[in-house]
């Protein structure tokens, strides 16, 4: 059997709030589903990010209650390159989202960088280093 990724769900307080943000980021979100209770996103990669509001988990899940305290799982984008997580993790602090970590050279070889979604989920951009 092979195991195949197929999608990430995402739940969220204010969808609005949550598809801006992604959007942002850079993901190809249809306008007109602010207000949608479930929406669907596939990446380039064929992944597809999914977005649920508390209500519809709650209409399957009655006893859902959303994770406190720090996140649980991080999203990670590659961005490419060195100057475009730099220029990413920028943009979107510019638009008023919230920086959790600086943009740093990760021991490990990449450019990381970490900010926080309108919900708190941890998203982290990334670039693999040049080599030196």
């Given at each position: 059997?092979?195991?195949?990724?197929?999608?990430?769900?995402?739940?969220?307080?204010?969808?609005?709030?949550?598809?801006?943000?992604?959007?942002?980021?850079?993901?190809?979100?249809?306008?007109?589903?602010?207000?949608?209770?479930?929406?669907?996103?596939?990446?380039?990669?064929?992944?597809?990010?999914a977005?649920?509001?508390?209500?519809?988990?709650?209409?399957?899940?009655?006893?859902?209650v959303?994770?406190?305290?720090?996140?649980?799982?991080?999203?990670?984008?590659d961005?490419?390159?060195?100057?475009?997580?730099?220029?990413?993790?920028?943009?979107?602090?510019?638009?008023?989202?919230?920086?959790?970590?600086?943009?740093?050279?990760?021991?490990?070889?990449?450019?990381?960088?970490?900010?926080?979604?309108?919900?708190?989920?941890?998203?982290?951009?990334?670039?693999?280093?040049?080599?030196?």
């Amino acid at each position: 059997m092979t195991l195949k990724l197929g999608f990430i769900g995402i739940v969220t307080h204010d969808m609005a709030a949550s598809l801006a943000f992604y959007r942002a980021l850079g993901v190809d979100i249809a306008q007109g589903q602010d207000d949608a209770a479930h929406v669907d996103a596939k990446l380039d990669d064929g992944v597809t990010l999914a977005w649920d509001t508390i209500e519809t988990i709650r209409g399957f899940d009655p006893g859902f209650v959303p994770a406190t305290g720090g996140h649980r799982i991080a999203l990670a984008f590659d961005k490419g390159s060195a100057a475009e997580v730099d220029a990413a993790f920028a943009a979107l602090v510019s638009a008023g989202y919230t920086a959790h970590v600086e943009p740093w050279d990760a021991h490990w070889g990449q450019r990381y960088a970490t900010l926080l979604d309108p919900d708190g989920n941890s998203v982290d951009l990334y670039a693999e280093l040049a080599a030196n």
